[in-house]
């Protein structure tokens, strides 16, 4: 199996937005057609001064994934989310947002530092991980015909994300929502096929005409892979003390691994080099604390603490897809502002041309949607994000870590240091959401 890593980011603005040409509007069965409009800037090649912002940007964006994992994350379901690709989203949304909104934002997700240089920075960030053949991205801004947009809005998204503008129908809203779902899951290699679900642009006394979508690849398979034939099936220990009989892979290897009081970590390189698989198997009943307390400080200790050596990896094969409520995580770590009506302003608007709704825009609902599968060969998975804004010993011990009950993981950039997936296996048995 190939690891295969997959988002995508929407954002939908419920109000007028003038300006930058018109499209016809078509069908085409239940879908649409669209056409581009050109931006007046280009995808820019990253500056010297950001390459320099993105060790700030990595450490920022690590930070948030571990807070919005602890927020949406439970004590009874297995999990995997992208925290990552929702900051990516997030980001685009705030060149839209006034003075406080944009400060609650960048505080929830600690690029307050960065400024203004936060989209010069994702820009050479993603470009970085780009690199490798392993992962491509793709970013696009979804606008209704009928309206205009302000250009340097739009000239941002194209020259920091790579987001060309699509003129869309949304007065269609079931048929703009299959357009959009389409694009994503080719965009996702069909791992993703139902970002939006049904219904999730229908106006609810509002109105949406705006929304950002962004996605990314990743395809690789274990630099080590695991031996079927030492596959055997095994018990895994969930909470409460009950166990499942589930298939256990089985290696031994030279790994980088590490041990302290209250968790054992190993990293499971993926072909290259470049990406990896971290595993951290907290304590024999320990996993609600140490998952509660993993903060970006803890984590950096535990990556700067493995080191190789001969260790016996024993986990199980686990598949699965999550559909966390990260719209009540991000309240839950501060951000507000950005869905109330009276805090998110009409700056993406071009105020000279044509009339607008009178409603202001707020985010409505945010969706976040991942799957999951880790087998022999390597590891697959994909993600989607939506943020839908509207209108209105004795002797040696051999050197083993047996993940046989609940444990964390996540998949990172080795040259960066960026985290793309993070999770948790609860029980590797349950394969639906």
């Known amino acids: 199996m190939i690891a295969i890593f997959a988002f995508a980011v929407l954002l939908g603005a419920g109000v007028g937005f003038w ?72 980001s685009m949304t705030m060149p839209a947002a006034n003075a406080e909104t944009t400060a609650e934002m960048a505080k929830v997700l600690h690029v307050a530092p960065l400024g203004e240089r936060l989209y010069p920075a994702f820009n050479a960030l993603d470009q970085t991980l780009a690199q490798s053949e392993q992962m491509k991205s793709a970013s696009s801004l979804w606008g209704d015909a009928f309206y205009s947009y302000r250009q340097s809005f739009v000239d941002i998204l194209s020259e920091n994300y790579g987001a060309a503008l699509r003129l869309i129908d949304f007065s269609r809203p079931e048929a ?6 389409k694009w994503v899951a080719e965009a996702t290699k069909d791992k993703i096929s139902e970002l939006l679900p049904p219904g999730a642009l229908e106006p609810k006394d509002d109105g949406a005409v705006f929304l950002l979508a962004s996605a990314c690849y990743f395809n690789a398979a274990w630099l080590h892979p695991f031996d079927v034939e030492a596959t055997m099936d095994d018990f895994f220990h969930i909470a409460e003390g009950g166990k499942v009989m589930v298939p256990m892979m089985n290696q031994q290897q030279v790994f980088p691994n590490a041990e302290g009081i209250d968790y054992q970590a190993v990293e499971l390189p993926y072909e290259g080099n470049r990406f990896s698989m971290v595993l951290i198997l907290p304590g024999d009943g320990g996993f609600e604390q140490f998952a509660a307390g993993l903060d970006g400080e803890r984590l950096g200790t535990i990556i700067a603490g493995l080191k190789e050596s001969q260790i016996r990896v024993k986990m199980p094969r686990f598949g699965f897809v999550s559909t966390p409520l990260v719209l009540e995580g991000l309240k839950k770590l501060g951000m507000n502002k950005l869905f109330t009506a009276s805090d998110f302003p009409l700056d993406p608007l071009d105020p000279d041309r044509g009339a607008r709704p009178a409603g202001p825009m707020y985010v409505r609902d945010v969706y976040h949607k991942a799957y999951v599968s880790v087998g022999e060969k390597g590891t697959e998975a994909g993600a989607a994000s939506a943020v839908y804004a509207v209108a209105g010993g004795v002797g040696p011990k051999e050197n083993t ?29 349950q394969e639906g959401e």
């Open 19 to 90: 300006g930058c040409g018109t499209a016809e509007r078509q069908d085409e069965g239940d879908t649409q057609t669209t056409s581009l409009l050109a931006p007046t800037k280009s995808r820019a090649t990253p500056s010297a001064e950001a390459q320099v912002d993105v060790p700030l940007l990595v450490d920022a964006s690590n930070a948030f994934s571990l807070d919005l994992f602890r927020a949406v994350s439970s004590t009874t379901d297995n999990l995997i989310c992208s925290p990552f690709s929702l900051s990516v989203a997030l």
């Open 176 to 181: 703009a929502r299959s357009t959009i779902n």
């Open 401 to 429: 870590i047996i993940l046989d009950r609940p444990f964390l993981y996540l998949i990172r950039d080795r040259d960066t240091g960026q985290i793309v997936f993070l999770g948790q296996v609860l029980d590797p048995s």
